[in-house]
């Protein structure tokens, strides 16, 4: 297995996924940017900001931390090599990041480098692309990218979300269809950066897409 698409596109997935992830016992789990709902069966933490600025409250599983002061990392993300030979967990935890970050192709080549399975949570690129936020604003305030999982090419995509989406409600898609995209991989995928190119290529691309995941055209 390479990539899987869990479905539907929602919270509860998540939290499912983090009761599988104790249930296995794995020896070493990295949890990627865990600062605001920490994975309490990680036993490893890389996080920029500290240990004791993370949110007790809001940590997914029902069990008690297994990572310590000691295990969590303060670290760039962005920042590779990541601090931990390769091949050192038995599988990685990202929630929410990869939208969030400067440089997503390395964080996920570092993750198949330092691990060897993992999940994947990001927003879906239909509800990035929608006007949800409560004051108009397209997808949420913060996020740097629009993304895509394809199965059958094992691939993810990150496409940078252009400002041209502010403002041209006719180039998004007419509903969100998922609010989030949750992936699983195995062994290895590929991340790719779509380049679009000016202002043109830019048109383009938002009004292939169609609002599903997919493109009208190739991609």
């Known amino acids: 297995m390479a990539i899987k698409v869990m479905r539907p596109g929602d919270e509860n997935i998540i939290n499912?996924?983090?009761?599988?992830?104790?249930?296995?016992?794995?020896?070493?789990?990295?949890?990627?940017?865990?600062?605001e709902k920490p994975l309490r069966a990680a036993t490893d933490?890389?996080?920029?900001?500290?240990?004791?600025?993370?949110?007790?409250?809001?940590?997914?599983?029902?069990?008690?931390?297994?990572?310590?002061?000691?295990?969590w990392r303060m670290w760039?993300?962005?920042?590779?090599?990541?601090?931990?030979?390769?091949?050192t967990f038995d599988y990685v935890w990202i929630c929410q990041v990869l939208e969030d970050?400067?440089?997503?192709i390395a964080v996920c080549n570092e993750m198949q480098r330092v691990a060897r399975a993992g999940f994947i949570s990001t927003v879906h690129r239909s509800y990035e692309s929608s006007t949800v936020q409560y004051d108009?604003?397209?997808?949420y305030h913060?996020?740097?990218?629009?993304?895509?999982?394809?199965?059958?090419?094992?691939?993810?995509?990150?496409t940078w979300k252009?400002?041209?989406?502010?403002?041209?409600?006719?180039?998004?898609?007419?509903?969100?269809t998922d609010w989030l995209l949750n992936v699983i991989w195995m062994d290895d995928f590929k991340a790719h950066e779509r380049h679009t190119g000016g202002d043109q290529g830019q048109y383009r691309e938002l009004a292939h897409y169609n609002g599903t995941g997919g493109h009208a055209d190739d991609h």
């Open 76 to 87: 760039d993300v962005n920042k590779v090599p990541w601090p931990y030979e390769a091949g």
């Open 16 to 35: 499912k996924h983090a009761k599988w992830i104790a249930s296995k016992g794995f020896a070493r789990v990295l949890d990627v940017g865990g600062l």
């Open 142 to 158: 913060h996020h740097r990218w629009l993304i895509e999982a394809y199965e059958a090419e094992n691939r993810i995509d990150f």
């Open 45 to 71: 933490v890389l996080d920029l900001f500290p240990y004791h600025q993370r949110r007790v409250d809001e940590g997914r599983g029902d069990l008690p931390e297994r990572f310590t002061a000691d295990t």
């Open 101 to 104: 970050i400067r440089d997503p």
């Open 162 to 176: 252009t400002p041209i989406l502010q403002h041209r409600a006719d180039l998004r898609p007419p509903r969100a």
């Open 136 to 139: 108009g604003v397209v997808g």
